[in-house]
């Protein structure tokens, strides 16, 4: 860890200088506060060693937090409203698929700053060395670059090997599409009585990303752009929704809140559970010796076309002040930098949004000692933007969703129904 301080501290050191030498005024010698916030109060595991770091190393500037959003709707939500009164953060940590709608509402304000002059202002080889093309996609919107990629994810499945091989499965060759997982999930279901032969906790997630990730990994897209319609009205959009039927009426799944889900797989009473990377360090401590766990990569289905969406969030400026601005620039290089990237990867599970982060001087000998940690990272060339909708309304478009899904899961409606009712309500709040 010394040598990655080291190394963390020259770049940024040879960053500001690289930038003086562009012509760029230094940062003030007195000490300038951001204002940051972020949602999902657990993650403030690695929020706060990042901030303390960073303060370490720029003891001219000090973050200090506001209190988390429960999620990135909640998030969503606050900011839209500080818009409205003017009490914005200076630094906020938007989740993808609600970035284009934050930034079109604050865009008409003045309340968000566009980072590619920062980006180019920056050495070439710095930005080439730190930052892929794909990874810095997924903070622009409209072709601008509003925020930098902090965490990023796509779903992996959590195995209880126990569970399995008494179904007759084998851990080290697990099947590769939902519907042969769905199959198995039927039979560790019936293998030992009691259990869940799996989660797909859909009917409850507190946004879209379980739902566009049962979409995109069939081949399909969320809308037309062109037209205004959903895009899956049709039998891959049923398919959809009778596989999330399955999960229930042959895999066992009980449809309790996503929480309970979690209690349950550590617990030993699921066999299979699909959830997000950033709980593997989580998960790992809370099973313990009970029994044998490992994560495995999503089955697609569709093995030529299917997509997973990029879940997690960016670090948008909305600072009005020119000090805190450039203060909140340094900040966001850091937690978008090798060593806070390492820290969010070893603390979590989330894929590293920085090219240096994976290398030998970081994640490289994390990875080989824990292969959990590396699953995700082995479904990058399916990764894809997590999207939201046009209109302005992709939180209540999802709670609306989700009402409808849970219904055709617990059999109260059919899913051709539910399918019906998802695309009449979802293009009505488009509009």
């Known amino acids: 860890m010394k040598r990655r301080t080291l190394l963390a501290g020259t770049a940024l050191g040879a ?28 993650f403030s ?15 001219d500037i000090k973050i200090v937090y506001r209190a988390p959003a429960a999620d990135y709707d909640e998030g969503h939500q606050v900011m839209l409203r ?29 309340q968000i700053m566009d980072l590619g002059p920062l980006l180019e202002a920056e050495p070439a080889e710095w930005r080439e060395a730190n930052y892929a093309p794909a990874i810095l996609s997924v903070g622009q919107v409209d072709g601008v670059q509003r925020g930098l990629g902090v965490a990023a994810s796509s779903c992996v499945m959590y195995v209880n090997e126990d569970l399995v091989r008494a179904a007759g499965g084998d851990p080290d060759n697990m099947p590769t599409t939902l519907d042969e997982i769905i199959t198995l999930a039927g039979k560790i279901k019936d293998a030992t009585p009691g259990v869940s032969g799996i989660t797909y906790n859909v009917h409850d997630w507190p946004d879209d990303w379980l739902w566009q990730t049962l979409i995109f990994q069939a081949g399909g897209e969320l809308y037309d ?36 889900s979690r209690q349950q797989f550590v617990a030993g009473q699921t066999g299979i559970q699909f959830d997000t990377p950033a709980r593997v360090r989580q998960v790992t401590e809370l099973i313990g010796d009970k029994f044998k766990m490992r994560t495995v990569a999503f089955p697609v289905s569709n093995k030529e076309n299917g997509k997973l ?71 990058i060339d399916r990764s894809r933007p997590w999207q939201g909708y046009p209109g302005g309304n992709s939180v209540r478009i999802w709670r609306t969703q989700r009402d409808i899904i849970a219904n055709v899961m617990r059999g109260d409606v059919e899913p051709k129904d539910g399918l019906a009712q998802i695309v009449e309500q979802t293009e009505a709040l488009m509009k």
């Open 15 to 42: 960053t500001t200088l690289g930038a003086m030498r562009l012509g760029m005024p230094a940062l003030a010698a007195e000490e300038v506060t951001l204002d940051v916030f972020y949602t999902q109060p657990s």
């Open 82 to 110: 500080a818009a409205v009164t003017n009490q914005l953060p200076d630094v906020y940590y938007a989740g993808y698929h609600l970035l284009a709608e934050l930034t079109h509402t604050l865009e008409r304000r003045g």
């Open 309 to 379: 969406p990029t879940g997690g969030n960016a670090a948008i400026i909305t600072a009005k002040d020119e000090a805190k601005q450039k203060a909140a620039w340094e900040f966001i290089k850091f937690v978008t930098g090798p060593q806070a990237q390492t820290i969010v990867v070893e603390t979590t599970g989330y894929m590293p949004t920085n090219k240096l982060a994976t290398g030998p001087d970081y994640l490289g000998p994390f990875y080989e000692a824990n292969p959990n940690f590396a699953t995700v990272t082995s479904q």
């Open 225 to 260: 752009p062109a037209t205004g319609k959903v895009a899956y009205d049709n039998e891959l959009g049923l398919h959809v929704l009778e596989d999330a039927r399955r999960f229930v009426a042959e895999g066992g799944m009980k449809l309790i809140n996503f929480n309970e």
């Open 45 to 59: 595991q690695f929020h706060e060693p990042i901030a303390a770091e960073f303060m370490k190393q720029r003891p």
